[in-house]
């Protein structure tokens, strides 16, 4: 299934424009971050910490709607679906 | 009232808001944490428009390595106290302006008695824990709080209004790491200038203000998108099960 990605900020300089990103069916947004991650070293420190657990600052959108830390992991994403990912920035 | 000669000075602004705009900015105290970055633009934005009060807060010194975006800061005042730079700028564009300036870190001890008689708070601190720290006091007295934050090429900002909207916790509930941060300095001044923006649209009742939206900036391609956002019931600040919640100003 085809899964629109929305990159911002920093994500977005380390893993470029994704417009479409195919998965298999029935995944939900860690496998979604897993094959992110596997692009490069980069976007996997920017994703996950030390121990393999997804950054906890990290703002997830799906279809324009946030997804909370515990709706992160039980999620099922659907053909079409558009995920937004946002690390925010905190300068000043 | 309004003098003659600010009925002149702010002629092009009150054609568009009023006198009844114009005497609201007046009336308005507007307590502006951080003059960095974010803080000097919106300040002098401030300033120009007529704010009546602001309280600018900051306890650094002004280093060389600011002055590619602090827009008050300038060479001879490295080394300066910032609140002292800045208010010494702000007083000469705008003398009619009452400055306050506290050089003092944000805490969660002093946030408190800082803010408590503001109109309205602008958030333009460069760290996590003094945003919380500033966030939980404007839920306490239920004071707005325009967040506008920072990095490189990219910035948001939204409007956090007690009661009413997703506070910076609810949106943020954990900190992004990082203390020193690279920055264009268009970046700062562009969410500066919006973060005034917001202040002189709430002060007036003009427009409609960045409510549970996030407004995310990215200067690369010159793109701005608009993330809605929800009140988390469960907050750790601003959640149902604190007393006196939904934050409406009641909560000690």
């Known amino acids: 299934m085809k899964i629109t990605v929305r990159a911002f900020a920093r994500f977005r300089e380390v893993v470029g424009e994704i417009q479409a990103l195919d998965l298999p069916e029935g995944s939900g947004i860690p496998a979604l971050l897993g094959a992110l991650a596997s692009r490069n070293d980069e976007s996997r420190d920017l994703l996950f910490d030390e121990q393999g657990m997804i950054r906890e600052h990290i703002i997830f959108m799906v279809n324009r709607k946030r997804v909370g830390r515990s709706a992160l992991q039980t999620i099922i994403l659907a053909e079409g679906d558009e995920v937004a990912i946002y690390p925010p920035v905190a300068g000043g | 009232m309004l003098s003659e000669r600010e009925i002149m000075r702010y002629s092009r602004q009150i054609a568009f808001i009023g006198e009844e705009g114009q005497e609201r900015l007046k009336a308005a105290h507007v307590v502006l944490a951080g003059t960095g970055g974010l803080g000097c633009p919106a300040a002098a934005y401030l300033a120009a428009a007529g704010v009546g009060r602001l309280t ?28 002292v730079s800045s208010g010494e700028k702000l007083g000469a564009m705008n003398p009619g302006m009452v400055i306050r300036e506290v050089c003092e870190t944000v805490t969660m001890e002093n946030a408190p008695s800082l803010i408590g008689q503001a109109s309205l708070v602008i958030d333009a601190l460069d760290n996590f824990p003094a945003r919380y720290a500033l966030n939980c006091a404007a839920l306490e007295y239920g004071i707005p709080c325009i967040h506008g934050a920072v990095s490189g090429f990219d910035g948001h900002i939204t409007t956090v209004i007690p009661g009413k909207t997703a506070c910076l916790q609810c949106i943020f509930p954990d900190p992004p790491g990082g203390s020193e941060f690279p920055i264009i300095g268009t970046t700062a001044g562009i969410i500066g200038i919006m973060q005034a923006n917001e202040a002189i649209k709430y002060l007036t009742g003009r427009g409609s203000l960045l409510e549970n939206r996030l407004l995310i900036w990215d200067g690369r ?17 601003c959640g149902d099960h604190l007393p006196g919640a939904p934050g409406t100003g009641g909560r000690r």
């Open chain 2, 56 to 83: 600018i807060i900051d306890s650094d010194r002004v280093e060389l390595t600011n002055l590619n975006r602090q827009i008050l800061h300038w060479e001879k005042d490295i080394g300066r106290e910032k609140v």
């Open chain 2, 221 to 237: 391609d010159s793109s701005v998108t608009i993330l809605d956002l929800e009140r988390d019931p469960r907050c750790s600040a």
